[in-house]
Nanobody, 122 residues
Framework: QVRLVESGGGLVQTGGSLRLSCASSALAFGTDAIGWFRQAPGKERAFVAG????????YYDASVRGRFTISRDNAKNTVYLQMNSLKPDDTADYFC???????????????WGQGNQVSVSS
């Protein structure tokens, strides 16, 4: 059974850091990507970062490139999102998702976690 669980969110000040985790119980055959998305109140769900499971190639949205780092620990079936130099605009509910191909499009992912709140104060 495919199950994704996010953790590690919280409240930090501008310039601070958080590390999100996405733990998976199992992945469907053909899954080759884990993506992170975020959704703030009144905003559409937006791609943040993703990683290819076959070669660990990362992919970042321009808004977080250079500040966020996605990585994978295959032994723990976990994908991490290290978030540095956080800004108030990073405040959102963060979701991880599993899909067949690394893409920035939310509809390219078939399995989603429950979300984890990140709040960045001014």
């Amino acid at each position: 059974q495919v199950r994704l669980v996010e953790s590690g969110g919280g409240l930090v000040q501008t310039g601070g850091s958080l590390r999100l985790s996405c733990a998976s119980s199992a992945l469907a055959f053909g899954t080759d990507a884990i993506g992170w998305f975020r959704q703030a109140p009144g905003k559409e769900r937006a791609f943040v970062a993703g990683i290819s499971l076959s070669d660990n190639t990362p992919y970042y949205d321009a808004s977080v490139r250079g500040r966020f780092t996605i990585s994978r620990d295959n032994a723990k079936n976990t994908v991490y999102l290290q978030m540095n130099s956080l800004k108030p605009d990073d405040t959102a509910d963060y979701f991880c998702a599993a899909g067949m191909v690394l893409t920035s499009l939310a509809n390219g992912y078939g399995y989603w976690g429950q979300g984890n709140q990140v709040s960045v104060s001014s």
